[in-house]
């Protein structure tokens, strides 16, 4: 299979990309860098990767590339952590709602007229915003409330746009929602703004690496935002990119949509304690700030996993320790050579 992934350079895609071509397939990336600047991978040179530095959202230059693939996988998006929701509220909206169009454009023009079978959407936990159903099962999307941010209203609509270019033009999806991906590669977002969290400046405005990187680098009192109770599902990279993988591979998930999670549920403050002992140890007493919290940081992120784990035999089992056994180096390395 024949693949373009278009946010290539980006987070997840950092570890789709090797997913993919670890089991065979062809990928043409297309970035322009516009998050982190240019960006070295391990797979540059994999003869079955082709990296093209381009705008997602040129319609002409995705619609060529697109021709000869058998899947897109629209992946580009403006995204950060959750300050990033607030500063760019406006810009999230419309520059993502633009990156679709261009890639549906493309993707209905390649299906028409290639041999494009399927577009796969990476959406996002975030179009469960309001959701009031917990575990929240595939669906509870329609019957929620609608999101309040506009990052998770944005992510919906991307949703729709699968949906209604299925209803109108017959083309193939499959919409894949990732919950709170943990890993290594990623960076201060060019536009992030400077946010400080007690005396230390965040780094990704994301709770794992901010989190860590804080507690590297000293510092007691640990800030956390809000009560610490909030709930998440801390999904490994690698595990993500195998489920989207399947999602792509299976013909039992066209026009379908999954969860791809762990099934663990973790606090916040769970999740500093643990940080805290694997860097401190058990010996060292861990005392905890709560700063405000931003308007948008979601008391429960909850998913229902069992239809991936029912239709696709996918199970994210990689444990929050294993991931910070990786995550926890690269972030102290990060810190050695100023890039944090």
Known sequence: MKVLVTGAAGFIAGYLVPELLRHQHQVVG???????????????????????????????????????????????????GISYFHEFAYDLLAENERILAATFDAAINACRHGRLKRIAVISSSMVFESATVFPTPEGAELTSPPPVSTYGFQ?????????????????????????????????RALRDSQIMSGNVKLAMSHVVPDLVQKVVKGQDPLHILGDGSQVRHYTYG?????????????????????????????????????????????????????????????ARRIPDVQKARRVLGFEARTTLDEMLDEVIPWVRSEIEAGRI
């Open 238 to 298: 690698g595990d993500l990119a195998q489920g989207i993988r399947l999602c792509m591979e299976s013909e039992a998930a066209v026009n379908d949509d999954f969860n791809l999670s762990t099934a663990q549920s973790t606090t916040v403050a769970e999740l500093a304690a643990v940080i805290w002992r694997k860097v401190h140890g058990s010996n060292h007493q861990l005392r905890l700030v709560h700063d405000p919290p931003f308007e948008h940081d979601v």
């Open 155 to 187: 992510k919906l609509a991307s949703e729709y746009f699968a949906r209604g270019a299925w209803q109108q033009y017959q083309l193939p999806y499959t919409i894949m929602r990732p919950f709170n991906c943990v890993g290594i590669g990623e960076r």
């Open 30 to 80: 297309v970035d322009n860098f516009s998050k982190y600047g240019p960006v070295k991978r391990s797979y540059d040179g994999d003869p079955g990767y082709q990296l093209v530095e381009g705008d997602a959202k040129n319609v002409d230059l995705l619609s060529e590339l697109a021709l000869s693939c058998d899947q897109v996988v629209a992946g580009a998006a403006m995204i950060g």
